[in-house]
């Protein structure tokens, strides 16, 4: 079996204003949607970023599989290596952390070769990861600050959440319509100590629910180490209070609250800095850009190696990935925590059939060959020319922010 070609297309899928430490979520999140065809009509699937740094290395690297056979995947590591020399990041540069090209393609291309090989062999991907230790695989909700509604639009079906209540509102709602245990806060947004009330109102009124918060280094190491003070107890773990290894370091070392990242663990090379500077106990794997599905399961072994616990990030994605991470999160041993997941915000698919749904705020591995879904032609025609008529080709949070408030300034931290 040989790939014959490669099909990119990249889509955007309608968002929420949801705020972080950098601004507002614009009203489209772009992804790009991967279909790889082979020589006997086997079809593999994949979904990674949208960002225009993204799409180009993707477009760059997609010719050098022509011709690769879809098991090869240590050939196709090197024909992406190859085909992309200069390599580079893809973020823009509102982003606080980069994601290396190469990784992020590599990860792109691999998802959908497992795929192929799934259907090849009629096993689900999670088998060619060696095979579920769950079945069931536990989702946090991810509670955003939002505004109303879009810049000029009305408000939308969630409303207006500015407030400690307004967020124990929102909350209830991911329990009630998804069954959620674990609870993350996207922080960084209200100023520290509504934050820190926030939380305590959360634990009021979840009292048996692991909560989280992330302000994405929003805070500096003072406020940092205030706010851990108030939350000892209260938190699972505290995830990226502060920006950069040595701060992280100072803020592990005043808190007896575990500090997780995705900012500044998100390659191999800097879990030994980590290690050495106690600067962090949980990683958050995702296989967009640690190097794929098999990476992921790499770095859980590292991460039992060096005694770090292990939990999944997410950005704003379709059911592909969903598929993907679930499958991931269920043949990794040590994946101790609910992952992370934006796909109730994006309310929205191209899988067919129905949408997921999460029972209990758990998934079911899916058991049909390869991912277990498929992209319905259709619903993939209407967000691709969404995309094209979005006028959107990078994510930047900061200059929709500016749309609702002029005087807004990109500052991390900024408490
Ligand atoms: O969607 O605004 C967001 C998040 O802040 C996202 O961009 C982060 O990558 O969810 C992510 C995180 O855990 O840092
Ligand atoms: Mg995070």
């Known amino acids: 079996m040989r790939i014959d070609y490669v099909k990119l297309t990249p889509v955007a899928i309608p968002d929420k204003p949801l705020l972080n430490c950098k601004g507002v979520h614009q009203p489209y999140a772009l992804r790009t949607v991967i279909e790889i065809f082979c020589d006997d009509g086997t079809v593999g699937i994949g979904e990674s970023y949208g960002s225009i740094k993204a799409l180009e290395g993707l477009r760059e690297a997609a010719p050098a599989l022509v011709g690769l056979d879809p098991f090869h995947l240590n050939e196709l590591k090197a024909r992406i290596l190859k085909a992309l020399p200069n390599g580079g990041g893809i973020n823009a540069k509102t982003a606080v952390a980069d994601h290396k090209v190469t990784d992020v393609v590599y990860s792109a291309f691999e998802v959908p070769c497992l795929d192929i090989q799934g259907k090849a062999v009629g096993r689900p991907v999670v088998d060619l990861l060696g095979g579920p230790l769950r079945q069931e695989v536990p989702f946090s909700a991810y509670l955003f600050f939002k505004f109303a509604g879009h810049f000029g639009e009305d408000a939308d079906d969630w409303g207006e959440v500015m407030s ?98 995705n900012m500044v663990v998100l390659e191999f090379d800097q879990i030994a800095e980590a290690v050495r500077k106690n600067a962090v106990k949980i990683v958050l794997s995702d296989h967009h850009y640690w190097g794929g599905m098999r990476a992921s399961t790499h770095l859980a072994k590292l991460c039992e190696t060096f005694d770090l616990g292990l939990s999944m990030h997410s950005n704003s994605h379709l059911g592909i990935t969903l598929a993907a991470m679930t499958h991931v999160a269920a043949a990794t041993p040590n994946l101790t925590y609910a992952c992370d997941t934006h796909y109730p915000w994006t309310g929205v698919d191209i899988i067919e059939g129905a949408p997921f749904r999460f029972e209990d705020g758990s998934l079911t591995v899916p058991d049909k060959p390869g991912l277990g879904v498929s992209i319905d032609q259709e619903k993939l025609g209407k967000f691709a020319a969404l995309y094209e008529v979005a006028g959107v080709s990078e994510r930047n949070d900061t200059a929709y922010m500016q749309q609702f408030d002029p005087t807004y300034e990109r500052r991390v931290p900024r408490w």
């Open 164 to 261: 400690p209540d307004a967020m124990v509102g929102q909350a209830r709602r991911f329990v009630s319509e998804h069954g959620f245990v674990s609870l993350k806060l996207k922080g960084g947004v209200l100023e520290p100590d509504l934050e820190i009330e926030t939380m305590i109102k959360l634990r009021e009124a979840f009292p048996h629910h692991p909560l989280r918060i992330d302000p994405n280094g929003g805070w500096t190491v003072e406020t940092a180490i205030y706010i851990a003070r108030k939350l000892e107890g209260i938190l699972e773990y505290l995830e990226d209070p502060v920006i950069g290894m040595d701060a992280m370091a100072q803020v592990a070392a005043a808190t007896s609250i575990p500090l997780a990242t």
